[in-house]
Every structure is written in structure tokens, then in C-alpha cells.
């Protein structure tokens, strides 16, 4: 029986690790003329919209203004060359600001102003801020026309850089035109020279008020709302919100007349101070804090939702509740008062 | 008298040599040596002590045959004293014996041959011994195959040849699992998640069977469904080759480019007639079932989860109310614990029977086979019946001429219940009912379990096939040949679902199909050897190969009774008929020639050269090269080798070369017309303008470059073969949409490539010496293989495709230079334990989102989380990712042969690593849990770590930390979150297993026993098959998967099966 030779020389060895060195360069070396899996930067991607109006002093984030097209995620998206429109640098772009971000989500649930504040944190940001990975755009509330270029002027030109493993690509001469400040909405400051066009705004809901003196039902026309905020001189600003009715001889009417109105759960404020002239609630800006419909708001999540009532006999005998109401947003923090003015004719409160 | 004791040892690197002791005994001196002597005696098996019969008995010089042993293995010669006696026996090693003196009682012991370079393999058109071949191929002798009764032989050659990639993901009797050489050869996948198949080329005794161009057999619908691989009789094969490089499958030319495997049966070799009988009778077992929760339990859950996650008490209980079969639990209708799987799985009992008879010599031999093949499938109404009768005859009156002709019929019958082919889609919705239904019955709801068992379905397919193939030598070296073959495969269908089953719409399904094949070669082929050792060997070769297919089918809707099933009375309105436009006519032309060189079988050098034109091929460039280049050197032949006595042979081969395969249809390449509306009374023709035509059009491109080295250690006790590859396949087909300004839609344009490379590994170990009466035989093969994305069309580097698969629907992305396809996911990283954890994005102060068709809903405790790709906070479909591979990565199998004296017992295991499954069927069973009102079937949920809330009914609260699976009973939230979706990755699971195919146990009857029963052999066996399944993955079965990896239900499964078998031999 043959056995192993003991002095095997190396030539069948060299010729084995020769083929298997052959192998493995050859399969190595398949690699190389292999397309490398890598992203794909796809021609046809591009924004979907060119011109960006944000208003200045709100958070305004634009989503699924990018189509993706061929171009395949994760990508990095950049601003790159941030420019007033007459090609001078824009550092207020670029240079970062204190910002108030959500840390947890804001539910409509939280019992106090420090429940919901313990939710926000200051953060160093740029003002207009790119989505590092989706190409959205964030216009920070902290942006203010008093050192951003606000319309009427043409605003800033920049331009988007997309990147992934498969190559980079440019998207040029995309427009930022931020409008002035509008704090409250409904507004009534024009939307690019940020002046008032008339002295408030109308109620969103007026039903069964019936006049004291004409006695006919109020209509909105009959009552302006007035939204501002109060600057006391010497007394630091807190965040407070006030509701206040006028008569037509701009008398206080006592909010208590408004009977049937649930109060404790007009909005999403705390420490409720009521006297016969108003009604004060400690809030945290802005109101409402996110589009999330809750029992404060409308539907769509993106008003605060005021409803007024009182209840009283009409003529016959019936029940008529009459409803005063008005869907709002506030901006801005401080201390802010809402007034409601009756204008043609004061409320009846008595029965008939 | 005394005794010599003679050893001899024959050949220069025999593995087996002589044990048995011969005993001559002599009274004389060599003065006898012209006087004549009559020897006596016997020949048998060395290892298995069985009587041979037929075996040659020749003198040595001159060569001359002069007897043959009878049927009891005896023979008696009358020779001159001195003379060499050669024995010879085809698969034995022959035995030279000198006899002095007359004799009587000399037993010879012949053993099998098992030096491996002598095997004869064959590549090309031609048999060559492997120490001259260059290409890369392996032979299975047909003995391994015989033991297992399937219905389908390729089952058995999972595990057995590395390279070879065979996924039995039907149980269907009759039907055929997936068969792939050297990795993934296509990427086209069809809308409903079908691969398209890529099959090698088989070639059954010289007859061409492309597998794959009609591949609606067993796939999608019609046809039925009955794989032409089922109909070949395993027992009548005697050898396999399986063609994996370039180089050996060159000659194949216009459609080998998925490999060739060669199937060659058994024919005559011995004097004698042997008859030959072999039975099996088998026992097929469903594998373990789904566990289902029934009855009681079932409505139980089902109301708990109603009543914890409504939106209030009230509405919660006037849901249950307005459910009948929740609050109605006293009705009998409702009041059940039905368990479903139990009407359709049952255990079997089956047989198989083959009768062969064949005899014959080197001038003439004949062989006659019978096969008969019965399989009742686990699944009620379904089974598959083989009928087969072949035969083939050799004549040789001079070495000049021969001819050889083969003949085969088969008859294949199959059931397929109410699905089709491969997909059992009745079963699976059944199998879902809720247990809380009665059983099936003409009164029940559940229609398709009562379908199962009761449509009337009929599927048959005949296959006719014959060779011819005749050579003549007139002048020494040259050689005329000619091969033609013609095979005809006819398929029928006919199926009828009475009305009382479908809603009171009956219908009759009746469909045909018949293709054909006519294949001939003609070719002259030259030999020649020069100074004894520059041997040279060349060929031309012309072929021709034609095709048809025509299937026409017709479906009468709404048949007058269930009894009258036509032909009138049908509804016109919804009945459909004709043929089908998959009919097809292809016709290929080859001609080429090769040319071989070795100098004393040393260095071995192979060209190969074929132009190939197809009728699909573009009018541009109707021929197609195909070169081949491969050699060989033997190194252990060389002289400074010889020293090295534990080399038994050695060689190292490389090979390069490129084969076609025809794609597409006719219409791709010239167009089409449509016959339109009569204008005028006159027929109108007009262009189709779907497709334009493209007269570019190319066959699909195979080039692939192969090395190896193979070599045999201490007395060829230890084989070993390694072998690289990497292989492109380019020109696949793909459509590309056009712009509307051209007029037409689509262009069909050969665009995609993608690329494999790999190696393979193949050791065979005999364990003791060939002297040791107990044999042990241990293989093991194993591949790697890794298959690429080279090429799209349009430079794009993506492409997305939507699949509807009836189970995941998860869409594939082809991707450049990854794995071929992957699917397009959600990457999940586990279940948010507490609404708090949920992301918020920092702009807008609101949490995670899904996107859906009604706006946005947050994420909440006890939801999946998905990974935000562009940090959008919104989870939409720009957050998929391509992952997952679902081919293999690695796929081998070992096998172990153990004989001791007359006992054999065989082992078979095979793997398949490193690839990725979506369970598919485990999601939706999941989804189930979320419709509390639906009826359908509840698994049992404990085992599983799914999502709880800490309180119970408490919704956005905390729950249970690191749960795997996302809260399953939220059913309000669940329409739009579908939190158990099947695109994500939290089903991707690791498809790898380890699978005991089966574990045989032979006996072969005693030598005295038989002689008593007139028998010369007999064999008696015992089989297990599909013994086990180990494997990670938590679905029923790694291998019942889609080719892209998908576990959806409504597979069919494999079955479990024990076989007693007898094999005996007059």
C-alpha cells in the first residue's frame, strides 16, 4: 500500500498554491470591472417649488417640495451660496440663532405652561434650515424683517447641492422672499408691507346674538375683533392671554355674562384670572403650540378655537343660544389681549 | 500439486486491486503448453459476492472474444494450455488470468471500476475518458438515483454535484422545483412574481429537451403542469452528466447557456438476457401542519380585542352584536371547532414498478424498459401517474458501422384539485377559515375546501421521443455521422367546476397543447495520432433544430347542468376560447467544428467554433459566434511527478468560451399585425404598435472562464477537485418604454447583463483500505457563488419593479452592481415600547408619521419602528431600501456510502446558506389578529414576543420594552398602519438550512438463497426521504419558497416519505 512520502517536494505544492493564488487574483480581479453598487443622483429629481415665501416670526416648514424621481435615499442635501439678490453674501442665512425647537411632542394634554416649555429647548441654528437628508426647508420663527430681507424686497437666491455615494448634483437660483411679520392671524396687516389695512378683524362665528336695541340677530359686520399685544412700560412681559368685550360705547361688558361658555377649557391656558372686565389665562406661545387638532383647536390643528355663549329665552318662549366665537393663531410671545367690540348694537342678555 | 498464490495488480494508479485468492492448480510442466485445457468456473462481484452474468471472456492474444458466463455467472472454455484469459465487464475492471492446466471451480472476483480518471464523461458530441477532457463537468452514475422512489429524479440531485442548485419548492407530484448551475442565469421576473425559469439543457439520450421555453407547464395556469423530467423513469438511467463551463457545454451550442445536463440510460452489455425487476411501495406524510386556535378560544380573543382597542364600551359591543358569528355562539352554524388543514392532507400509499430486460454484446444489444409510477399527492384530489415503456438497440456488425436508435414513450397523468400545476391558492384561503365554521359541506359558506375535493380534473401528458443516430468509418480516422431526433411532447387538460361549488356558475375548462422538437446533426469527424503521442482529433458538424408549441384552450362558462358540461348551452357572454398567443415556431441553424489536440494525454488543447442563427435573432445579425478555447495538463503524468507515489493523478485545466440562448419571440425582432374590423366588407390589417419591432435583436450571451484542478491522493483514496468561475450573462431581455412621438410603447432590447462567480469544492475520501471488508465512502461537495447586477438599460442604475405575487406583493429593485434583485423594504428596528419614544420632529412639534392615502397617522407605543431614510419625520415610500438576497450564497451537500459484507447503508445531506426569506405567510396570518370581525384563521400568539401595554386598554401608554413584534390587536389603527405589513424587514429572515434528504438501507440476498430461487441478484430496501429540515428559519419549510424568496402560502408541500423496495435480477 502506497503511503505518504515523508520527503514530498514542494513542486506539486508551488503548482496548488500557484492555481489557488491564480484563483484568487482572477476572482479578485473580477471585481474591479463590476459596477460598484452605489446611490444614484437621477436627472429627472428636482424641486417642485422654485419660490419660497415664509412668513417672518413663525416656524414655516415646507415638506415634499423635492421629487425624488431616480434618485435613491439615504442623500445629503446642502444650501450652498446663499445670496442677496444682488449677489452680496447673506451671513443672516448662514450664521446660526438661538431657536425654539420641540423636544417631545406637544399632545394638548400637558396641565401647566411648564409642562409644555419642559417640551421646547433653545437651540443654535441657521434661520432657513435644510433638511439634511429629505431636501425640506425649515424658516425658524426666530427670523425677524428687522435683519432679514423681507418683501417688498426680491429676497435671497441659494442654491442646493444633493449628494449620495452615486455623485452630486445642483439646483440653482432657488428663491427665498420672506413677507414681514404677520403675528396673529386672522390678520389684518397687509401681507408684503406688513401695514394694517383696517383697524381689526371678524369674528369667525356669530349666531343668535340678538341686537339689545334693534333687536335683530348680529351679524359679523356688527363686531370687530381686535388682537394686540399689551407693552406696559417698565412691567416685564409674561405670557399671558386676555379676553375683553366692548360695548358700542367701548364699555367693558362682564365676561360672566357669557354663562354658558365652558371656561375652564376655552384654550390651553392656565391659572384663569376672571373679572368683570376680563378674562386672563396664563399660554405658552405660539398659540395654538403645533398642528395637532386637540379639544382647543379646529379641526385642521392649525387655529385656536374661542367659543363664547350664553343662553337665554326668545321670543315664545324658546331657547336661543347664542354663540360668539373666533378661530386665531398667536405667534408671537408676551402678553396678549383679544377684544371683542360690538360695534353696531350691544348684546341682549335678558330674556324676552 | 501445490498451489500458486498470485496477486496482480492491474494499472498504474488502480485504486481497487485483487484481493480474491485464484487458485490454479497444475499437474504438469510448461511441455504442456500447447495442449488444450478446459477451464471451469464462476465470476462474481468482489464486494457484493454476486453471480455476474454475461461477462466477457477473451482471449489475450489474439484478442478475440470467445465465451460469456451464463446466466448462474459460469462459464467453461476450451483454450490452448498457457493461454491469458481477459474478463471483461463493462463498469469492471478487467482481470487477466494464465491458465497452465485444466480447471474447474475457478472463482473469479471482478469489482467495480473506480479509478476516476478512466470515467467516461461526456462533453461536446463526444465521449472522452476525463483525463482528456478540459471542460468542467461531473458524472452521476444512475445506481445513486435508483433507491428513492420520486417522481421526479432531479429531486435527487440535490446536494450531489457542487455547482448544481436544486430548490424543490414544489411537493406538486409530477411538477418540477428549480434547477440552477453556477448561480442565477436570468433576471427577467414576471408581474406575478414568477422568475422566468433557467433551467440547463437536457439531452435524454441524444434528444434535445429545453426545459424552459414553455415554462406555463407548472408555472402559471393552463397547461398540465406535469414536468418532462417526470417522465423519464429513474431507474432506467445509467449515467448523468451535468455540463457546468463553457467549454464542455460549447457544443450545445444555441441553447446551453444555462449548462447541459446529459441523461444516458441503460443499455445491453451482457451475452445473457437479463431480466430486471424493481418495486417500491412508499408512504407519503404531510409535514407538520399550522397551529390554529379553534373554537371557543378563537371567538374569545377575538371579542377581547374588540372590546380593549374600540373607541368606546358602546361601540365595541355593538360591533360584537352586529357580528353574528361573535355573538351568536349557540348557533350551530358558528358553534365549531373545525379544523381545516385536516381535509386536505392525508398520508398516501404509493408504488412504483420497472421491468427492464436487456441484453446483448458489442455487435448488437437491445434493452426493453417498463416503468409504471403512482403517487397520490398529500393534498386530497390531487396525484401523479407515470406510464412509461422505452427501449434502444445497438448495431455494430464492424468496426465501421454502427447505428443506435432509441425509442421512449411515457404517458404522464396528473390531478392538480383546484389549483394549477405548482400554486394550490384553494388550499391556502381555505386552510385560513375561521375554525368557528362547520366543516365543509354542500351547505357551508367555504366553497373552495369542498372544491378541492370535489372538481372533476383530468391533466395528461404523452411524450413521444426517438433517436437515431448512425456512424461509418471507410477509410480508419474518418468518420460520417449523423444523429436525428424528434420529440413530441402533447399535453391536455380538462377540468369542471359545478355550479354548486362556484356560486351557481359552472364551468368546463378544457385545454391542449403540443410542441415539438426535430433536432439532426450531421457531422465528420478525423483522428489521427502521430509518433504515438500527438494524438489529433477534429469534427465539422452542421445542425438543425426545430420547434413549435401551440396551445389552445376554452372555457365554457355557465354550462347547462352539472351534468351537461356542453357543447351548447353555455353563456356565450362570458365564455372564452382559442389558442393562446404563447404558440410559438422557432428554427436555429449551427454549424462549426472542433478541434483537439494532446500529446501522449499529457497536455490536452480544445478549440471550438460555432455560428449559431436563431429566427428570433434580429434581421441585422442572424448569426452569432461561439468560441471556445480550454486545455488541460495531466502534471501527474509528468516525469519529475512519478517520485511522488501519492499522487495517483493530478491536472490542472482552464477553459474559456461563449454560448447562446435564444430569447424573446419573432414578434420582438420583425413586429406584428393586428387583423382588424371589415372595412367595406374587406378585411383590414393593421400595425400592432405595442412593441416596435427591433432588428437588432440579439439571442442572451453566455461567457464564461473556468479553472480547476483535480487531483487523486494515496491510490485515489482521496479525490479532490476545485474549480473557479465567473461567467456574465448579457443581451437579457428587457422592455424599455419609448416616447409617445415614436408611435409605439415599448421596444424589447437586450440590455440587461449580470454576472456570477464563484467557486466550487468536491472531496471524495475513501475511508479504509479496498482490502477491509467494510467500505466507507464519505463526499462532501460545496459552492460558492455570487451573482451581480452588471448592466441596465438607459445608464440608469435603479430600477423598480411592482410585483403582485398574491402573498407579499413586495416590489423587486434591480440595482447595479448589487445581487441581482432585492426587495424593496421598510427597515424595522423594533416596536416603540412608549409614545414617548417616538421621534418629534422639531420643526412642527408633532411626532412620527405615516404617510397614508388619509393624511398622516402618528406613531404611538406598541407600533413598528421604521427607520426615517431622508429624516423627513414622515415614513412614506422614499423610506424603502433594497435588501435582502434571496439566492443562496452557498449551496453543497455530503453523502456518506457504508458497506459492510452484504449490507449498504446511504446518507445524503444537502445545504443551503446565507440568503434571505421573507416570510410572507407569517405576516399575513399576523394580520389576521387585526380583523377581530373577519373570519379567518388565528394562530396561536404566546410564543411570539409581541408589544402588550402595561394597563390593559391603556393606548398610548407604555408597554412591553424590546418587543419584537409590533402590537397585533389595535384593529382600528391597523387599516392604515398595517403594522405587519410583509415590506418590512421584521419578516426578512435567514433562509439558510440543512436538510437530511434521505437515508437508504440496502441488502443484498445471499448467494446460496439465491441460487435456490434462480435469481443472480436481489436486493431488498428500505428508504427515508425528506427525513429533516434544520434550519432557523420559523416558517414551515426553508426550501417551499419562491424563487425570490418569498414564503407565500398556497405552496405546495413537501412530503415526508418511507419506501420498502425490491430489486431483483433472473
Keep these: 500500500m502506497v503511503t505518504m512520502n515523508s520527503s514530498i517536494k514542494n513542486i506539486p505544492g508551488i503548482a496548488m498554491s500557484l492555481l489557488c493564488a491564480g484563483t484568487v487574483l482572477l476572482l479578485s480581479s473580477c471585481q474591479k470591472f463590476l459596477p460598484a453598487e452605489r446611490e444614484t443622483v437621477g436627472s429627472d429629481s428636482q424641486y417642485t417649488t422654485d419660490v419660497y415665501q415664509p412668513i417672518l416670526g413663525r416656524t414655516t416648514n415646507y415638506t415634499n417640495n423635492f421629487y425624488q424621481g431616480s434618485t435613491t435615499y439615504p442623500s445629503t442635501f446642502r444650501v450652498v451660496n446663499p445670496r442677496r439678490r444682488n449677489g452680496q453674501p447673506a451671513p443672516e442665512l448662514t450664521d446660526v440663532f438661538p431657536v425654539l425647537v420641540w423636544k417631545t411632542a406637544y399632545t394638548g394634554l400637558e396641565k401647566s405652561v411648564e409642562e409644555i416649555d419642559a417640551k421646547r429647548e433653545i437651540q443654535n441654528r441657521p434661520l432657513f434650515e435644510i433638511g439634511e437628508h429629505s431636501g425640506s426647508f425649515t424658516m425658524w420663527a426666530a427670523a425677524k424683517s428687522s435683519f432679514m430681507r423681507a418683501q417688498p424686497d426680491s429676497g435671497y437666491l441659494f442654491d442646493v447641492e444633493l449628494s449620495n455615494s452615486g455623485g452630486r448634483r445642483y439646483f440653482r437660483n432657488l428663491k427665498l422672499q420672506p413677507m414681514r411679520e404677520r403675528p396673529y392671524e386672522p390678520s389684518n396687516y397687509n401681507a408684503s408691507t406688513g401695514q394694517p389695512t383696517s383697524n381689526g378683524v371678524t369674528p369667525s362665528v356669530v349666531s343668535s346674538i340678538k341686537g339689545l336695541t334693534t333687536d335683530r340677530y348680529l351679524s359679523y359686520g356688527d363686531i370687530e375683533v381686535y388682537i394686540r399685544k399689551v407693552i406696559k412700560q417698565g412691567v416685564t412681559p409674561t405670557n399671558s392671554l386676555t379676553f375683553r368685550f366692548l360695548d358700542t360705547l367701548y364699555n367693558p361688558i362682564d365676561p360672566a355674562k357669557f354663562a354658558t361658555t365652558d371656561w375652564d377649557n376655552l384654550v390651553h391656558g392656565f391659572n384663569k384670572v376672571m373679572t368683570n372686565e376680563s378674562v386672563t389665562y396664563k399660554v405658552a406661545y405660539p398659540i395654538p403650540a403645533v398642528a395637532l387638532p386637540t379639544r382647543f383647536t379646529t379641526g385642521d390643528g392649525k387655529r385656536a378655537k374661542v367659543r363664547f355663549s350664553y343662553s337665554r329665552l326668545g321670543f315664545g318662549g324658546a331657547t336661543e343660544k347664542a354663540t360668539l366665537g373666533l378661530d386665531f393663531a398667536i405667534y408671537e410671545p408676551g402678553d396678549w389681549e383679544i377684544v371683542f367690540a360690538f360695534k353696531s348694537d350691544n348684546p341682549k342678555f335678558v330674556n324676552d | 500439486m501445490y498451489r500458486i498464490k498470485k496477486q496482480k495488480l492491474i494499472g498504474m494508479r488502480l485504486l481497487s486491486f485483487i484481493t480474491a485468492l485464484i487458485l490454479v492448480t497444475s499437474f504438469g510442466n510448461m511441455g504442456y503448453a500447447q495442449n488444450k485445457i478446459t477451464v471451469r468456473g464462476v465470476v462474481k462481484d468482489q464486494a457484493q459476492q454476486t453471480l455476474l452474468a454475461g461477462v466477457s471472456i477473451s482471449t489475450a492474444k489474439p484478442q478475440k472474444t470467445i465465451a460469456a458466463t451464463d446466466s448462474k455467472g459460469a462459464f467453461t472454455v476450451l483454450v490452448d494450455a498457457g493461454s491469458e484469459l481477459v474478463f471483461t465487464y463493462a463498469g469492471y475492471t478487467p482481470i487477466r488470468k494464465t491458465f497452465l492446466s485444466s480447471v474447474s471451480g475457478v472463482e473469479i472476483s471482478i469489482s467495480p471500476n473506480n479509478n476516476s480518471m478512466q470515467e467516461v464523461v461526456v462533453q461536446g458530441f463526444k465521449t472522452k475518458t476525463r483525463e482528456t477532457s478540459t471542460g468542467s463537468s461531473l458524472v452521476l452514475s444512475g445506481k445513486a438515483l435508483q433507491d428513492v422512489p420520486v417522481s421526479n429524479v432531479m429531486e435527487l440531485l440535490q446536494g450531489k454535484v457542487a455547482g448544481l442548485n436544486i430548490q424543490n419548492n414544489s411537493g406538486s407530484p409530477g411538477g418540477m422545483g428549480t434547477i440552477n448551475i453556477r448561480g442565477l442565469s436570468g433576471s427577467t421576473v414576471s408581474a406575478d412574481g414568477f422568475l422566468t425559469p433557467t433551467s440547463p439543457l437536457f439531452v435524454i439520450d441524444g434528444v434535445p429537451v429545453d426545459m424552459n421555453s414553455n415554462f406555463e407547464y407548472g408555472f402559471q395556469g393552463g397547461g398540465a403542469g406535469i414536468s418532462p423530467l417526470s417522465l423519464i423513469p429513474p431507474e432506467d438511467i445509467e449515467q448523468m452528466d451535468v455540463l457546468k463551463d463553457a467549454a464542455a457545454t460549447s457544443q450545445y451550442g444555441a441553447r446551453a447557456a444555462y449548462g447541459v445536463i446529459i441523461v444516458t440510460t441503460k443499455r445491453g452489455k451482457s451475452k445473457v438476457p437479463i431480466v430486471q425487476y424493481s418495486t417500491n411501495v412508499f408512504v407519503k406524510t404531510p409535514p407538520k401542519l399550522r397551529e390554529t386556535i379553534g373554537g371557543k378560544e378563537e371567538r374569545a380573543f377575538r371579542i377581547n380585542s374588540i372590546l380593549q382597542y374600540d373607541t368606546s364600551y358602546q361601540h365595541a359591543l355593538s360591533l360584537i352584536n352586529s357580528t353574528p358569528f361573535l355573538s351568536d355562539s349557540l348557533n350551530p352554524y358558528y358553534n365549531n371547532a373545525t379544523n381545516w388543514q385536516d381535509y386536505f392532507f392525508r398520508n398516501t400509499y404509493n408504488q412504483q414498478h420497472n421491468m427492464s430486460i436487456r441484453g446483448g454484446d458489442d455487435k448488437f444489444n437491445y434493452k426493453t424498459n417498463l416503468n409504471y409510477y403512482q403517487e397520490n399527492g398529500i393534498i386530497q384530489n390531487t396525484g401523479f401517474k407515470r406510464y412509461s415503456l422505452s427501449m434502444n438497440a445497438l448495431y455494430a456488425p464492424s468496426q465501421q458501422f454502427r447505428m443506435t436508435v432509441n425509442l421512449s414513450s411515457s404517458l404522464g397523468q396528473k390531478k392538480n384539485g383546484s389549483g394549477v400545476g405548482l400554486v394550490q391558492t384553494g388550499v391556502a384561503s381555505s386552510a385560513n377559515s375561521s375554525s368557528l365554521l362547520p366543516p365543509p359541506s354542500l351547505f357551508s359558506d367555504n366553497n373552495s375546501a369542498l372544491a378541492t375535493a370535489n372538481v372533476v380534473n383530468n391533466n395528461k401528458t404523452i411524450n413521444i421521443s426517438s433517436s437515431w443516430d448512425m456512424q461509418y468509418e471507410p477509410v480508419k480516422g474518418v468518420r460520417f455521422g449523423n444523429l436525428l431526433s424528434y420529440n413530441l411532447v402533447t399535453g391536455s387538460s380538462d377540468r369542471f367546476t359545478p355550479s354548486y361549488l362556484s356560486g351557481g356558475t359552472s364551468e368546463a375548462y378544457s385545454s391542449n397543447d403540443r410542441n415539438y422538437t426535430i433536432y439532426d446533426r450531421t457531422m465528420l469527424s478525423l483522428t489521427k495520432t502521430l509518433n504515438r503521442v500527438h494524438n489529433l482529433s477534429g469534427y465539422v458538424f452542421n445542425e438543425i433544430n426545430a420547434t413549435s408549441f401551440r396551445?389552445?384552450?376554452?372555457?365554457?362558462?355557465?354550462?347547462?347542468?352539472?351534468?351537461?358540461?356542453?357543447?351548447?348551452?353555455?353563456?356565450?357572454?362570458?365564455?372564452?376560447?382559442?389558442?393562446?398567443?404563447?404558440?410559438?415556431?422557432?428554427?436555429?441553424?449551427?454549424?462549426?467544428?472542433?478541434?483537439?489536440?494532446?500529446?501522449?494525454?499529457?497536455?490536452?488543447?480544445?478549440?471550438?467554433?460555432?455560428?449559431?442563427?436563431?429566427?428570433?435573432?434580429?434581421?441585422?445579425?442572424?448569426?452569432?459566434?461561439?468560441?471556445?478555447?480550454?486545455?488541460?495538463?495531466?502534471?501527474?503524468?509528468?516525469?519529475?511527478?512519478?517520485?511522488?507515489?501519492?499522487?495517483?493523478?493530478?491536472?490542472?485545466?482552464?477553459?474559456?468560451g461563449r454560448n447562446i440562448k435564444p430569447t424573446g419571440n419573432i414578434f420582438d425582432t420583425y413586429g406584428r399585425y393586428n387583423v382588424g374590423l371589415p372595412y367595406n366588407n374587406n378585411p383590414t390589417v393593421s400595425i400592432d404598435y405595442g412593441t416596435i419591432p427591433n432588428e437588432h435583436f440579439l439571442p442572451e450571451t453566455q461567457t464564461q472562464s473556468n479553472v480547476g484542478i483535480e487531483t487523486g491522493l494515496f491510490g485515489d483514496m482521496v479525490n479532490f477537485t476545485m474549480?473557479?468561475?465567473?461567467?456574465?450573462?448579457?443581451?437579457?431581455?428587457?422592455?424599455?418604454?419609448?416616447?409617445?412621438?415614436?408611435?409605439?410603447?415599448?421596444?424589447?432590447?437586450?440590455?440587461?447583463?449580470?454576472?456570477?462567480?464563484?467557486?466550487?469544492?468536491?472531496?471524495?475520501?475513501?475511508?479504509?483500505?479496498?482490502?477491509?471488508?467494510?467500505?466507507?465512502?464519505?463526499?462532501?461537495?460545496?459552492?460558492?457563488?455570487?451573482?451581480?447586477?452588471?448592466?441596465?438599460?438607459?445608464?440608469?442604475?435603479?430600477?423598480?419593479?411592482?410585483?403582485?405575487?398574491?402573498?407579499?406583493?413586495?416590489?423587486?429593485?434591480?440595482?447595479?452592481?448589487?445581487?441581482?434583485?432585492?426587495?424593496?423594504?421598510?427597515?424595522?428596528?423594533?416596536?416603540?415600547?412608549?409614545?414617548?419614544?417616538?421621534?418629534?420632529?422639531?420643526?412642527?412639534?408633532?411626532?412620527?408619521?405615516?404617510?397614508?392615502?388619509?393624511?398622516?397617522?402618528?406613531?404611538?407605543?406598541?407600533?413598528?419602528?421604521?427607520?426615517?431614510?431622508?429624516?423627513?419625520?414622515?415614513?412614506?415610500?422614499?423610506?424603502?431600501?433594497?435588501?435582502?438576497?434571496?439566492?443562496?450564497?452557498?449551496?453543497?451537500?455530503?453523502?456518506?456510502?457504508?458497506?459492510?459484507?452484504?449490507?449498504?447503508?446511504?446518507?445524503?445531506?444537502?445545504?443551503?446558506?446565507?440568503?434571505?426569506?421573507?416570510?410572507?405567510?407569517?405576516?399575513?396570518?399576523?394580520?389576521?389578529?387585526?380583523?377581530?370581525?373577519?373570519?379567518?384563521?388565528?394562530?396561536?400568539?404566546?410564543?411570539?414576543?409581541?408589544?402588550?401595554?402595561?394597563?390593559?386598554?391603556?393606548?398610548?401608554?407604555?408597554?412591553?420594552v424590546n418587543a419584537r413584534y409590533p402590537n397585533p390587536f389595535d384593529f382600528l389603527r391597523a387599516e392604515q398602519l398595517q403594522p405587519y405589513r410583509s415590506n418590512q424587514t421584521l419578516f426578512l429572515e435567514?433562509?439558510?438550512?440543512?436538510?437530511?434528504?434521505?437515508?437508504?438501507?440496502?441488502?443484498?440476498?445471499?448467494?446460496?438463497?439465491?441460487?435456490?430461487?434462480?435469481?443472480?441478484?436481489?436486493?431488498?430496501?428500505?428508504?427515508?426521504?425528506?427525513?429533516?429540515?434544520?434550519?432557523?428559519?420559523?416558517?414551515?419549510?426553508?426550501?417551499?419558497?419562491?424563487?425570490?424568496?418569498r414564503d407565500n402560502s398556497g405552496g405546495y408541500p413537501n412530503a415526508r416519505s418511507y419506501a420498502a423496495g425490491i430489486n431483483v435480477q433472473f
Excluded at chain 2, 617 to 640: C, D
Excluded at chain 2, 848 to 868: E, K, M, N, V
Design chain 2, 551 to 656: 396551445p389552445n384552450v376554452i372555457q365554457l362558462s355557465q354550462t347547462a347542468s352539472d351534468q351537461i358540461t356542453g357543447p351548447i348551452g353555455y353563456s356565450w357572454a362570458n365564455t372564452l376560447g382559442g389558442t393562446l398567443n404563447s404558440l410559438n415556431e422557432t428554427r436555429q441553424h449551427g454549424y462549426g467544428g472542433s478541434f483537439s489536440y494532446n500529446y501522449d494525454r499529457k497536455y490536452v488543447l480544445d478549440f471550438n467554433f460555432r455560428l449559431d442563427g436563431l429566427s428570433t435573432t434580429g434581421a441585422k445579425q442572424p448569426y452569432s459566434n461561439n468560441p471556445s478555447v480550454s486545455a488541460r495538463w495531466n502534471f501527474g503524468k509528468e516525469k519529475w511527478m512519478e517520485k511522488y507515489d501519492w499522487l495517483s493523478y493530478g491536472s490542472l485545466k482552464a477553459s474559456w
Design chain 2, 723 to 960: 474549480e473557479g468561475y465567473y461567467r456574465s450573462v448579457d443581451n437579457q431581455v428587457m422592455g424599455i418604454d419609448l416616447s409617445n412621438t415614436s408611435g409605439f410603447s415599448k421596444m424589447n432590447t437586450n440590455a440587461k447583463s449580470i454576472v456570477n462567480y464563484g467557486m466550487e469544492w468536491t472531496t471524495t475520501v475513501r475511508v479504509f483500505k479496498p482490502t477491509n471488508p467494510f467500505k466507507w465512502t464519505v463526499s462532501a461537495n460545496g459552492s460558492m457563488n455570487r451573482d451581480i447586477l452588471a448592466k441596465l438599460p438607459d445608464g440608469l442604475r435603479q430600477i423598480t419593479q411592482t410585483i403582485s405575487d398574491g402573498g407579499s406583493n413586495v416590489p423587486i429593485v434591480y440595482r447595479l452592481g448589487r445581487n441581482v434583485f432585492s426587495n424593496l423594504l421598510y427597515y424595522t428596528q423594533g416596536v416603540y415600547a412608549n409614545t414617548e419614544n417616538v421621534p418629534v420632529n422639531m420643526a412642527t412639534g408633532l411626532r412620527q408619521a405615516l404617510s397614508t392615502t388619509s393624511g398622516y397617522l402618528s406613531f404611538q407605543a406598541g407600533d413598528p419602528r421604521w427607520t426615517d431614510v431622508n429624516g423627513d419625520y414622515i415614513i412614506d415610500e422614499k423610506d424603502l431600501l433594497p435588501i435582502g438576497n434571496p439566492v443562496p450564497r452557498f449551496v453543497g451537500g455530503f453523502a456518506s456510502q457504508m458497506e459492510y459484507k452484504r449490507f449498504q447503508l446511504n446518507m445524503n445531506w444537502s445545504f443551503t446558506l446565507d440568503r434571505d426569506l421573507l416570510n410572507a405567510s407569517f405576516a399575513q396570518m399576523m394580520q389576521n389578529f387585526a380583523k377581530p370581525a373577519t373570519m379567518s384563521a388565528l394562530v396561536p400568539i404566546d410564543k411570539y414576543n409581541y408589544w402588550k401595554p402595561t394597563v390593559p386598554g391603556e393606548k398610548l401608554g407604555g408597554g412591553t
Design chain 2, 990 to 1045: 435567514d433562509g439558510s438550512y440543512w436538510k437530511l434528504n434521505n437515508v437508504v438501507l440496502i441488502y443484498n440476498v445471499d448467494r446460496k438463497m439465491l441460487t435456490r430461487l434462480h435469481m443472480t441478484s436481489c436486493k431488498l430496501t428500505l428508504t427515508a426521504n425528506n427525513v429533516l429540515t434544520i434550519s432557523k428559519y420559523t416558517g414551515p419549510d426553508p426550501e417551499m419558497v419562491t424563487q425570490l424568496g
